[in-house]
């Protein structure tokens, strides 16, 4: 498989539940982001990792838990979210952070919070 | 104020002609990028082109090219010979000062494009 893939493609969970989004990259890239897109709203970072290191937190709330184990692989731990966290999650790698080298992304993850 | 303002929401083209989307950007950095994705409706950002704030020339990447002007801190996009494929929303995204440890991109909040057969 190549590129950037991210599973699941569809996610409903109700507010008490625990879940966890996956994301992998086959490109050989060291850093990795997620993004929420909520609707009418522009893209929004929330994490960045660089050689498996968070860079940067951008004052994502604590129910959204990122872990990377490696340079290939970011997931999104999600525990007691909320119905405004309702949004398409995007996952993105890029060769190294500090760069001006373009982010590829996944799919992504359409999440619905009932 | 917002560091990218797109401010088309929708747009329709017919078929074949070319199509300008509209992306202003506020910066102080005077290192810095420009980009345009493609998302189409099955979500995945699909990277289109760049232009550094050094770069003299505008970039062109096939039928796409980024029309920029410095002192206005204008980066619209050209689509030339529209296709029906074309149809998505269309983000300008900036990344200001690479510096290791400041990833952020920020992304405008798009125009959806429509291509009339």
């Known amino acids: 498989e190549t590129g950037v893939t991210q599973t699941p493609r569809h996610l409903v969970m109700g507010m008490t539940n625990k879940k966890s989004l996956k994301c992998e990259q086959h490109?050989?890239?060291?850093?990795m982001y997620w993004y929420k897109q909520s609707a009418k709203k522009p893209l929004e970072l929330m994490f960045v990792?660089?050689?498996?290191?968070?860079?940067e937190n951008n004052s994502v709330p604590s129910r959204f838990s990122p872990e990377c184990p490696n340079s290939s692989h970011l997931f999104l731990h999600l525990h007691t979210l909320q119905p405004e966290d309702s949004a398409l999650y995007l996952c993105?790698?890029?060769?190294?952070?500090?760069?001006?080298?373009?982010?590829?992304f996944g799919p992504g993850t359409r999440l619905t919070v009932l | 104020a917002q560091k990218i303002t797109q401010t088309q929401p929708g747009m329709f083209v017919q078929e074949k002609e070319a199509v300008t989307l509209d992306c202003t950007y506020d910066t102080s950095d005077q290192s810095y990028g420009l980009f345009w994705y493609k998302q189409p409706s099955s979500g995945e950002m699909i990277f289109l082109i760049y232009?550094?704030?050094?770069?003299?020339q505008n970039a062109t990447e096939g039928r796409y090219s980024l029309n920029f002007q410095k002192a206005r801190k204008s980066a619209n996009l050209v689509i030339s010979a529209s296709q029906l494929g074309d149809s998505a929303m269309y983000f300008c995204a900036m990344r200001e000062n690479p510096n290791f440890g400041n990833e952020k991109l920020t992304f405008g909040t798009g125009t959806r494009l429509t291509i009339i057969p």
């Open positions: 490109l050989g890239h060291n850093a």
């Open positions: 990792y660089n050689f498996k290191e968070q860079t």
């Open positions: 993105a790698s890029s060769p190294r952070g500090g760069s001006y080298n373009e982010q590829f």
């Open positions: 232009q550094g704030s050094y770069d003299e």
